[in-house]
């Protein structure tokens, strides 16, 4: 089995926040899984600047409800701490207008990668722009 580090994990969090598609989004899912990468991916869509926390929460428990992560404080930290991180990388294009996309998450061992891949803007006037985290549980 080939060893993933950060790198290719993040790889994965972005691949999968890229997804199409739920049929793409599982299909991805089942070939990281065969190769021990643990995934989880969420649509979202809001304004950003009261969003910021619903986007964290609805990470930590997609990364929860697909086994990403156990219930325990160090890993939910771990994915709000990389979630938030991928925010702070497109908060100045985002700042005051409606984002919308899909947040990817993989897990390797102890690498956790975080990506978020949005349209910000509005209506069809849509800027593109992908922020990544990473932490080590």
């Given at each position: 089995m080939k060893e993933f580090g950060s790198?290719?994990?993040?790889?994965?969090?972005?691949?999968l926040s890229l997804s199409s598609?739920?049929?793409?989004?599982?299909?991805?899912?089942?070939?990281?899984?065969?190769?021990?990468?643990h995934t989880a991916a969420v649509d979202y869509g809001g304004e950003f600047i009261n969003s910021v926390m619903k986007m964290v929460e609805r990470a930590v428990v997609a990364a929860k409800r697909e086994g990403v992560i156990d219930?325990?404080?160090a890993e939910e930290g771990a994915i709000a701490g990389a979630m938030r991180e991928s925010l702070s990388q497109i908060m100045?294009?985002?700042?005051?207008?409606?984002?919308?996309?899909?947040?990817?998450?993989?897990?390797?061992?102890?690498?956790?990668?975080?990506?978020?891949?949005?349209?910000?803007?509005?209506?069809?006037?849509?800027?593109?722009?992908?922020?990544?985290?990473?932490?080590?549980?």
């Open positions: 790198k290719e994990v993040c790889a994965a969090a972005i691949k598609d739920r049929q793409h989004e599982k299909k991805l899912r089942e070939r990281y899984l065969q190769l021990g990468v219930d325990s404080h100045t294009k985002a700042i005051g207008l409606n984002v919308g996309g899909k947040i990817g998450i993989a897990r390797y061992k102890e690498h956790v990668g975080v990506a978020v891949f949005f349209g910000i803007g509005l209506l069809h006037l849509n800027e593109v722009a992908i922020g990544l985290g990473h932490r080590v549980v």
